[in-house]
């Protein structure tokens, strides 16, 4: 795992030195993600710079450094990530004729490009990545992305300077950088947490998609091509138009097969490799499947809370005994988790408000004490139909046919008649086990939707500020997937829809961002199995009823489990990675949040209306509702624009 950077400046072209410099200089930003090792190259007559930071995981000798030249002398290749299929490609590409040095997976793929071009060997890598390959002689630019965006690559032009790099700081490195904050970009920030692929916080600046590749010609007025190798939408065509047909045991038993590999193929590594365990479905299966293929001991890694209810660490460690894991865990005070909290807008780089930012940095820098490679059971819910509103998405659907619109806001008024926290309380009757988090304000936000369509129902499902674009003075709306009718119209099935929506814009956006970002602060390399583009393809083929069944979520993936994990350490209501950030807010973090939301000192940024967050905040404060998600993006902006002094 590594940090890439660099930039192109053809129309003032700078001496090699300079060029140098500011490739030393966007390198240096970097170097969380790449501490073993640093280089720049530099083609001085058309203006170029590649830089990367390294992070040595396969082959630790110089024969791994980068930026890499091909054997022939043609291509250089900087890259991220790391590639589970490099040995049978190898043996191909050493059958063509091409001459290797050492035996890391850098190598094949700039061989394969030099031997099979770019966009023909992207298609046949299996694993995660971003990477950018500059052709000497075309003077032409290439940067590719993976299926799944599960590696980050932001790109962009400043005046005459084309740039691309892993995060953003390595652009502020630059001399002469600007940034300016996009308000149409900050506003669907507000709405989602998160900024949507392709914008980016900066104007002018975006981010590369997944499964994109990106040409820049030499032509010094050409714009860069963009074009898809890999397309979910044309996976999930390609699915109905060959849907699977197998029996619950057979499609176990190919699921299990297939996921195996993918597990087996990221346990290859030249450092100490472990794994993130939670010890809910994803993350078992996961450590199931490493210790199925390990001889000895996998080592696994759960940070734990004091606070029952957002404490999962028991779970993990029964789970951990179970399958003969080597277990550490980790019991953080909440001063500790509060401490984490100053760091986030450097680590993040970007505003980020999903509040399980702190514990995956938590959980993240206590792997890397002990390995630098921890494999994470992201992507189980996307592909299997594990989130909460997939059942809560068919139940709504449900209503929206069978009930006239005059019942469904009778039952709307008779959800809100009671304020969310009476509804806390009476569902204090409930045992805990079975009890869910927020239970009043999911009741009232299940309620607000019932008087909307289908598409409708998932905008409130995913949006915080649900009128970000009033809030943020100056903004525009621009059209997002879930607005996109014609893509809704081609599912059958409204959940179907949701799965491909969330794939294409929370999970990279949100779940991956999260995870880069809080490993790589770390220098840790976080694999993601279950995202094997093989394993997405297959779920996308299987039955709606293999994946949801009588309620429950990841049917499937759970049978595969079940295998080797007794159903009774797995049984239990989904928890999520959550902190009481509501408490915080009222007690520890308030002077910190009530500095941040000053009326006066967001009337003086200009970027935020505050009357509508100082209402939020009156209430929450009043115990009236629980704003906690609402306001935790504007702290997260705030601070991270102070952070930047913008």
């Not at 010094?220 to 898809?228: C, F, I, K, S």
């Not at 008649?417 to 239970?439: C, E, G, N, Q, T």
């Not at 959940?495 to 999970?507: G, K, N, P, R, S």
């Not at 003086?604 to 929450?620: M, N, V």
Request: glycine letters at 8%; aromatic letters at 8%.
């Amino acid at each position: 795992m590594c940090g890439i950077a660099g930039l192109i400046e053809r129309k003032s072209t700078p001496p090699a030195a300079e060029l140098k410099a500011m490739g030393e200089a966007i390198a240096a930003t970097l170097a969380h993600r790449g501490p073993d090792d640093r280089g720049v190259w530099v083609d001085a007559e058309e203006g170029a710079v590649l830089a990367h930071t390294r992070l040595a995981i396969i082959d630790l000798s110089p024969a791994g450094a980068q930026p890499m030249v091909s054997s022939c002398g043609g291509f250089v290749l900087c890259y991220n990530g790391e590639v589970y299929n490099a040995a049978e490609l190898r043996a191909e590409l050493e059958g063509n004729g091409r001459a290797f040095r050492g035996h890391s997976d850098t190598e094949v793929i700039v061989e394969g490009c030099a031997e099979w071009g770019v966009e023909a060997t992207v298609k046949r890598l299996i694993g995660m990545f971003a990477l950018a390959l500059w052709e000497r002689r075309a003077g032409r630019l290439t940067l590719v992305r993976d299926r799944l965006g599960i590696k980050p690559l932001y790109w962009g032009r400043q005046g005459d300077r084309f740039l691309f790099a892993s995060e953003l700081k390595a652009f502020t490195a630059l001399p002469g950088w600007r940034g300016e904050i996009d308000r149409d970009a900050l506003a669907a920030y507000m709405r989602l947490g998160y900024v949507p692929a392709p914008q980016c916080i900066y104007r002018g600046i975006n981010k590369l998609e997944p499964g994109t590749l990106l040409t820049l010609e030499p032509d010094r007025n050409a714009d860069p091509e963009l074009g898809r190798y890999w397309s979910l939408e044309e996976v999930v065509a390609e699915a109905r138009r060959e849907p699977l047909d197998l029996s619950d045991g057979e499609a176990r038993d190919a699921l299990e097969s297939l996921l195996g590999d993918a597990v087996k193929r990221r346990m290859v590594a030249d450092v100490p490799l472990g794994a993130f365990l939670s010890g809910g479905v994803d993350s078992s299966t996961t450590v199931a499947l490493m210790q199925a293929h390990s001889s000895r001991p996998v080592r696994s890694f759960t940070i734990g809370f004091h606070e029952s209810g957002y404490n999962e660490a028991r779970h993990a460690k029964e789970v951990a005994s179970h399958l003969g894991t080597d277990h550490t865990e980790l019991y953080v005070t909440p001063q500790e988790t509060q401490d984490v909290i100053p760091k986030l807008p450097t680590i993040y780089d970007e505003p980020f408000a999903d509040s399980s930012q702190i514990p995956t940095f938590l959980v993240s820098q206590m792997t890397r004490e002990s390995v630098t490679v921890a494999l994470s059971g992201d992507g189980g819910d996307e592909l299997f139909g594990g989130y909460n509103r997939y059942a809560q998405g068919a139940l709504a659907a449900r209503i929206a046919r069978t009930l006239p619109m005059p019942a469904r806001l009778a039952l709307q008024r008779a959800l809100t008649a009671l304020p969310p926290p009476a509804w806390d309380k009476l569902f204090r009757l409930v045992p805990a086990s079975a009890r869910p988090r927020m239970a009043g304000d999911k009741i009232h936000k299940f309620a607000v939707v019932l008087a909307e369509d289908e598409m409708g129902y998932y905008r409130h499902l995913v949006s915080q500020w649900d009128g970000a674009w009033s809030l943020v003075k100056g903004a525009g709306e621009p059209k997002g997937l879930y607005q996109d009718e014609a893509i809704m119209k081609r599912f059958d099935d409204h959940v179907a829809w949701m799965q491909f929506i969330d794939t294409l814009t929370y999970l990279p956006d949100d779940i991956l961002t999260k995870v880069d970002r809080a490993s790589m602060a770390v220098a840790l390399e976080a694999r993601v199995p279950m995202l094997d583009h093989r394993v997405v393809e297959f779920s996308w083929r299987l039955p709606m009823s293999m994946k949801i069944r009588n309620g429950q979520g990841k049917w499937l993936l759970r049978q595969v489990l079940y295998r080797h994990v007794p159903k009774s350490l797995i049984e239990r209501p989904k928890m999520g990675f959550g902190l009481p950030v509501s408490e915080w807010l009222r007690g520890p973090l308030k002077a910190w949040c009530e500095d941040l939301i000053a009326p006066d000192a967001l009337e003086r940024a200009g970027f935020l209306d505050p009357a509508p967050i100082q209402q939020k905040w009156r209430e929450h404060l009043g115990g009236a509702r629980n704003w906690q998600y609402f306001l935790w993006n504007v702290l997260m902006f705030e601070a991270w624009r102070r952070e930047n002094g913008l």
